[in-house]
């Protein structure tokens, strides 16, 4: 399996799969693809590529951050893409017993209890989202990231195994066959927050680079415009200037530093970085899964969840934290209504217990 860290080979890959087409890592910095014909042509390429983002790789397309490849993938990205919907079948048994044991290790209320109540087949909704961005600094870069919502907990990003692996398995759905759970707002601040953390993640190595880029220049400029105002300084003890010769000199001084602070914010500005995104496209996917129905208790407070098991990871799929919207298995309930907060919240908050 090839290890790839090139963020623009990372990015192609992902834009070729969104639009249904079909990457093969060839190594490291070298991407072989074939392109529906719609996306070939407005890329002005052939459908069978080979990009790289090395300039001498033989019978490929090189690619850049200054390239007018790269341009025409951000113009393509610019346009919000559709929503579809989509089944996934389940060809093996989906049991409803014996989970007490697995609710009891995954699942850990630090200070409560969970009782298992009984367990059904169910299909569950989840949303595959892809959210574009654009980044812009002393460069511009474009990039996409993904992850899936599990639409009826609300729980983001979870995985979904290899659901999608086998096109065999994919069936139509009508997607108002299963009632949305999340409003569209909530939906939307998920999907907000959830692409802020990835897109800041993705970017962390630049955004290293260019703070390391300001301070070197920055420290530049200081020594450079600290040497003029000290040359000057050293005038005007030198001459033993006063009067309005001296005053003509501080003049000079307090012009330097007005440059300077000019000069320090161009930089600022230059390595501040700019991000936009926007949600390129979705998929809703339909899959079968169990629903496991269990009673949540801190003192005298009781409450009813239900936990969701899939299939194709063969695992329990975690909670969301009520206070901080972070997937959870360990968590502290309050004595209210039980609800349930992540350890990082509940440390940093008083809660009565």
Request: net charge negative; proline share 3%; aromatic share 8%.
């Amino acid at each position: 399996m090839i290890i790839v860290d090139d963020p623009i080979i990372n990015t192609l890959e992902k834009i070729v799969y969104t639009y249904d087409g079909v990457a093969e890592l060839i190594d490291e910095k070298t991407l072989n693809v074939l392109l529906p014909q719609q996306i070939a042509q407005a890329l002005k390429l052939e459908e069978e590529t080979t990009f790289s983002t090395v300039i001498d790789t033989p019978n490929s397309q090189f690619v850049s951050y200054n390239s007018e490849l790269l341009n025409r993938f951000s113009e393509i990205m610019a346009s919000s893409g559709s929503v579809a919907a989509l089944g996934v079948k389940y060809d093996g048994y989906l049991k409803t017993t014996a989970f007490e044991k697995s609710i009891a290790q995954k699942i850990v209320p630090q200070n409560g209890l969970i009782r298992f109540i009984d367990a059904k087949p169910e299909n569950t909704r989840y949303i595959w989202c892809n959210v574009a961005y654009t980044a812009e600094a002393d460069e511009k870069r474009i990039g996409m990231v993904s992850f899936i919502i599990n639409e009826f907990t609300g729980v983001a990003p979870v995985d979904i195994g290899d659901a999608l692996l086998w096109e065999s398995d994919k069936v139509p759905v009508d997607d108002y066959s299963l009632a949305q759970k999340l409003s569209d707002n909530e939906l939307a601040e998920i999907i907000e927050k959830i692409s802020a953390r990835l897109v800041t993640t993705d970017l962390e190595n630049w955004q290293a680079k260019l703070n390391r880029a300001f301070v070197r220049d920055e420290e530049r400029l200081k020594a450079y415009y600290g040497s003029i105002s000290m040359e000057i300084a050293k005038k005007i003890e030198h001459k033993g200037l006063d009067g309005d010769d001296k005053e003509k000199e501080l003049a000079r001084i307090e012009a330097t530093k007005r440059e300077l602070e000019r000069k320090i914010a161009d930089i600022r500005e230059r390595y501040n970085l700019k991000v936009e995104a926007h949600l390129h496209s979705a998929m809703v996917l339909h899959l079968p899964t169990v629903h496991i129905n269990c009673t949540l208790q801190r003192k005298k407070a009781k409450r009813d969840i239900t936990l969701v098991w899939n299939p194709f990871t063969k695992i329990i799929e975690p909670l969301q934290c009520e206070m901080s919207g972070e997937p959870v298995y360990e968590f502290y309930l309050d004595d209210k209504d039980a609800k349930i907060v992540a350890p990082s919240v509940f440390q940093g908050k008083a809660l009565k217990l």
